[in-house]
């Protein structure tokens, strides 16, 4: 495993980050026992993992907390989240900081690593500052938590706009951020303003579920062309990422084409990425810690798909076109 410091919080983290949601969630959805789950979060641990991400939304913060029962607490970095708003409701400061004590309960902790906002909205960050922070920031003074986190809303501010002015604030320590292979609309302008700040960064989105296999690349082409995202001519492309696989430096398959892609970025710090099974675990991690891919297969996935917003963005699994 290699390890780096996390923006300037000074904690030493895994590039490699174990999501504990997503669409797998550890292998709950797929009918596997809380200590199973738990089993699995070890067996990453055992990789050289030491950075686990999880969320009250999630369902699995207990599972966390049974390996967290088997493990030194100072030899992992666990980040978890509340969030502002949710199912219409906006959060209180009483509310998210009765939603840090769970969180301390149920993972079994005196202390949280990272404490993050949940999928902050544009229009939901003037709450977050004037009603939220103070909250994270008593929490923080009491020793609850560390290191204070934002993640953006991925499936909707697709610019980059909440975190762009969240960097500004001189408050927020980590960012999570969404950025792949055909989403690299960070580059240009966030990334840049965290490297100055120095702000720790998590990378959410490197596949989900887009880059799992060939015809869902070509699926989410097809529609961006119908978008007037894309031309015709590469949405027509059978096999539109076959470039990225071969000898030479290149790629054994279009998800680990997509980890690379995303492990080497300047201004990421560590990729996050959901399993739900030990082969998958270790296939990811195997991925994540190869090198970089060649100069010309970075360069023409710029020049291809460098421009595009909101491709592969989605929230929930695709589906198989019959």
Not at 11 to 17: I, T
Not at 161 to 181: D, I, K, P, Q, S
Not at 212 to 228: P, W, Y
Not at 270 to 292: C, E, I, Q, W, Y
Request: glycine share 10%; net charge neutral.
């Amino acid at each position: 495993m290699r390890y780096t410091t996390l923006g300037n919080t000074g904690l030493r983290v895994s590039v490699a980050g174990l999501g504990c949601g997503g669409f797998s969630r550890l292998g709950l959805p797929a009918g596997k026992t809380e200590d199973q789950a738990a089993d699995l979060v070890l067996e990453a641990v055992d990789l050289g993992i030491n950075f686990l991400d999880t969320a009250p939304a999630y369902g699995t913060e207990a599972t966390v907390g049974k390996a967290l029962k088997k493990l030194s607490r100072d030899k992992v970095v666990v980040a978890t989240k509340v969030h502002v708003l949710r199912n219409g409701e906006w959060y209180s400061a009483d509310r998210v900081t009765q939603s840090i004590d769970n969180s301390l309960k149920v993972l079994g902790t005196d202390y949280i690593d990272v404490f993050q906002l949940h999928g902050v909205g544009v229009g939901e960050y003037d709450h977050a500052v004037n009603v939220v922070l103070p909250a994270l920031l008593a929490a923080k003074v009491k020793g609850k938590i560390r290191h204070l986190g934002i993640t953006e809303a991925p499936t909707e501010d697709f610019k980059h706009e909440m975190l762009t002015r969240a960097a500004n604030e001189g408050v927020w320590e980590v960012f999570m951020v969404a950025f792949h292979m055909m989403h690299q609309s960070a580059r240009q302008k966030l990334f840049p303003l965290i490297l100055e700040k120095k702000i720790g960064t998590l990378l959410m989105f490197a596949v989900r579920s887009i880059f799992a296999k060939n015809e869902r690349v070509v699926a989410a082409l097809k529609q961006a062309a119908v978008d007037g995202k894309i031309s015709k001519e590469i949405a027509n492309n059978p096999e539109p990422l076959g470039f990225l696989l071969h000898r030479d430096g290149g790629a054994s398959s279009i998800t680990e084409a997509a980890y690379r892609f995303a492990m080497h970025e300047p201004g990421v710090d560590v990729v996050l990425f959901g399993t739900g099974d030990r082969d998958h675990l270790h296939a990811n991690v195997k991925s994540l810690l190869m090198p970089p891919l060649p100069a010309a297969d970075t360069a023409k996935l710029a020049a291809l798909f460098g421009t595009l917003i909101d491709v592969g963005m989605d929230s929930a699994p695709m589906q198989q076109k019959k």
